[in-house]
Every structure is written in structure tokens, then in C-alpha cells.
């Protein structure tokens, strides 16, 4: 289970529907190291190169994975990972990052 960073300030993401995520310093989400978010999600922990390219958006998406450097490991909330998984699976489907519940449906992202 992913580790909580202790007596930090937290992560809010925000897509826009332009695709960027926005930070804003939230006090009341938790932050959790990603490498742990990852493995919890795919079942392995990503390399640090793999990190650091989803940090600086450099990849076949282009989107920022929000995140904060802290004692050598990278930072994010839950939702801001959530949102940046959901993003970069609609700009890899050719759907926009405010797509609606049915285009959703129709791509088979949804049941």
C-alpha cells in the first residue's frame, strides 16, 4: 500500500478541457510516492527514467503526470494520478479530454 508523505502540503489536479492539468496546493488530499501508485495500478514499479518522463510529459501523450520532488522521490495525489491515467487513455483513444459519457461508451472505456 502506497506510503502517505508526512507534514507536507498536498496536490490538486485539475484537467482542463484543453487537456492541461493545473496544480493547486490542496491541504486535505494526501500525497503518495508514484512509484507506489504505479504498482499499485499495473502491478510492478516503474524505473526512475519512467517517472521522470511522465513528470516532464515527455512520451507519445505530451501530458504532465503532476507531481513534487521530495527527498528524492516524486509525489502525486491519488487524483491527480487518476485524472492523468484517465487523460492520457482518452488522448491515445483520439477523444477529447472532455469527452462525453457516450463517446465513452462508444470507445468501450465504459460499460
Same mark, same amino acid.
Given at each position: 500500500?502506497?506510503?502517505?508523505?508526512?507534514?507536507?502540503?498536498?496536490?490538486?489536479?485539475?484537467?482542463?478541457?484543453?487537456?492541461?492539468?493545473?496544480?493547486?496546493?490542496?491541504?486535505?488530499?494526501?500525497?503518495?510516492?508514484?512509484?507506489?501508485?504505479?504498482?499499485?495500478?499495473?502491478?510492478?514499479?516503474? %524505473?526512475?527514467?519512467?517517472?521522470?518522463?511522465?513528470?516532464?510529459?515527455?512520451?507519445?501523450?505530451?501530458?504532465?503526470?503532476?507531481?513534487?520532488?521530495?527527498?528524492?522521490?516524486?509525489?502525486?495525489?491519488?487524483?491527480?494520478?487518476?485524472?492523468?491515467?484517465?487523460?492520457? %487513455?482518452?488522448?491515445?483513444?483520439?477523444?477529447?479530454?472532455?469527452? %462525453?459519457?457516450?463517446?465513452?461508451?462508444?470507445?468501450?472505456?465504459?460499460?
Amino acid at each position: 500500500m502506497p506510503r502517505p508523505a508526512k507534514n507536507r502540503r498536498k496536490l490538486h489536479a485539475v484537467v482542463t478541457p484543453e487537456g492541461t492539468i493545473t496544480l493547486t496546493l490542496d491541504p486535505t488530499h494526501k500525497r503518495f510516492r508514484v512509484r507506489d501508485l504505479a504498482r499499485e495500478t499495473t502491478g510492478h514499479h516503474p %524505473s526512475p527514467p519512467t517517472i521522470y518522463r511522465w513528470v516532464r510529459g515527455i512520451g507519445a501523450t505530451g501530458l504532465r503526470l503532476p507531481a513534487i520532488a521530495l527527498d528524492g522521490a516524486w509525489y502525486t495525489t491519488r487524483e491527480a494520478w487518476e485524472a492523468w491515467l484517465e487523460a492520457r %487513455s482518452r488522448i491515445k483513444l483520439g477523444l477529447p479530454i472532455d469527452a %462525453s459519457d457516450a463517446e465513452l461508451l462508444d470507445a468501450g472505456l465504459v460499460d
